[in-house]
Every structure is written in structure tokens, then in C-alpha cells.
């Protein structure tokens, strides 16, 4: 596609429920990305795909989060028995290669309400 | 670790004066340096970064920023401000041993006032 597409756009749901968000990146782009942000915080690292498989997941909180890319095209981002805390803006961002200088090219996010 | 400080939470500027938004780093050896720019409901959209070579940076919407190595700066330039560049500002870096997350400031915001 033109440029990286993510849906829901936004999403509410309640304390405990599992969500899945889904990044669809630039067509022919190798790496995914996944980040976070909240409310007055630049985008945190959660991710990182290379192909299909998770090249650095060290950014995710905790075991509550998983991310797949099972074609290394789409990924889907789960979170399990979710929080108020995991309430955020969820960013996608996908680019050509490996990371060094190469530009990251984001979605316009999936926002994440937990009541 | 690699670490963004990006000092001003908000920059007030009048129309068609120079702006600056203010960035410094933190990183193991040499980095790769971005700035991004976010406006409501929109995702974040590159505008430059800096590599190696010329440290005045040119990039999209006349902006440019200045790489300063001595004092880890790469502040956000742009000589003349428009009501329409009123958003939010991120610096990120990424250093060059491999690192696969580009870490991103807490961003400032710009207001354009006409």
C-alpha cells in the first residue's frame, strides 16, 4: 500500500479483555516496528521484525504483550488480560533493510482505552 | 544507552520569525540523529536526519537542524515560521552499533502564533 495501515483505529475495551491490533506495512518493506505512546511521551520501543521472525522484542513490558508477523508482511500486536496502564496510542512504523540510518515510516496509531 | 532530552515542553513563535526546538543526546559513539513531526490524529511523518558529512542537515517543509558533535546537539531550524508548522516535535537517535530501537525525546510542542 501506499503507506502503513492500522486498524482499529481506535479501540476500547474493558479491564482484563484481550485485544489484537494490526499494523499492514509499506508493501516490500522488511522491517516492522511496534511502539507505544502515551500521553505526553514520545513513542517508546517495543518491537522489531525482520521478516517474520522478532529480531528484538526487548522493549515489550511484559509477557502480557506478543507480536507476530507469520508472512512478513502483516503483524498483529496482542495484549492479554489488559490494564488501565496499557491505555496508549499504539504505533506501527515499517522500512526498507535494517535499522541504522534507514527512516521509519509510521501509521496513524490504534488507540488503546482500558476502563 | 542511548538517551534524547529535548529541554522545552512548548515553543511559542510569531509568524515569520526564525524557530529553534532544542534537542541533546546521549550515545555510545557516533549516532544517527531524526527529527519527526506529528500533527493531531496523524502518525508521526519524517522530516531529516543526519548521517555523517555536513553537519547542517536540510530536509522537508524548509526545515534543517545543525549537528553539533562537541556539544551533542542537533537542534530543529527553520528561518522562517508558518502558522501551519504548529505541531508536535520528536528528536530520536539511534546508535551505530547495531541498535534496532530508535529512541525518541518526549517532543516539543510548537505553537505558530499569527
Known amino acids: 500500500g501506499a503507506g502503513v495501515s492500522q486498524t482499529p483505529s481506535n479501540k476500547v475495551t474493558e479491564k482484563g479483555k484481550y485485544v489484537e491490533l494490526r499494523c499492514d506495512p509499506i508493501s516490500g518493506h522488511t522491517a516492522l516496528y511496534w511502539y507505544r505512546q502515551s500521553l505526553g511521551q514520545g513513542p517508546e520501543f517495543l518491537i522489531y521484525?525482520?521478516?517474520?521472525?522478532?529480531?528484538?522484542d526487548s522493549g515489550l513490558p511484559n509477557d502480557r504483550f506478543f507480536a507476530v508477523r507469520p508472512e512478513g508482511s502483516v503483524s498483529t500486536l496482542k495484549i492479554q488480560r489488559t490494564e488501565r496502564g496499557d491505555s496508549a496510542v499504539y504505533l506501527c512504523a515499517s522500512s526498507l533493510g535494517i535499522p541504522g540510518a534507514n527512516v521509519l515510516t509510521f501509521g496513524a496509531g490504534s488507540r488503546l482505552t482500558v476502563l | 544507552a542511548q538517551s534524547v532530552a529535548q529541554p522545552e515542553d512548548q515553543v511559542n513563535v510569531a509568524e515569520g520569525n526564525p524557530l529553534t526546538v532544542k534537542c541533546t543526546y546521549s550515545v555510545s559513539g557516533n549516532p544517527y540523529l531524526f527529527w519527526y513531526v506529528q500533527y493531531p490524529n496523524r502518525g508521526l511523518q519524517f522530516l531529516l536526519k543526519y548521517i555523517t558529512g555536513d553537519n547542517l542537515v536540510k530536509g522537508s517543509y524548509g526545515f534543517e537542524a545543525e549537528f553539533n558533535k562537541s556539544q551533542t546537539s542537533f537542534h530543529l531550524k527553520k528561518p522562517s515560521a508558518l502558522v501551519s508548522d504548529s505541531a508536535l516535535y520528536f528528536c530520536?537517535?539511534?546508535?551505530?552499533?547495531?541498535?534496532?530501537?530508535?529512541?525518541f525525546g518526549t517532543g516539543t510542542r510548537l505553537t505558530v502564533i499569527p
Open positions: 521484525f525482520q521478516g517474520t521472525g522478532a529480531a528484538d
Open positions: 530520536a537517535v539511534r546508535d551505530r552499533t547495531g541498535a534496532n530501537n530508535l529512541f
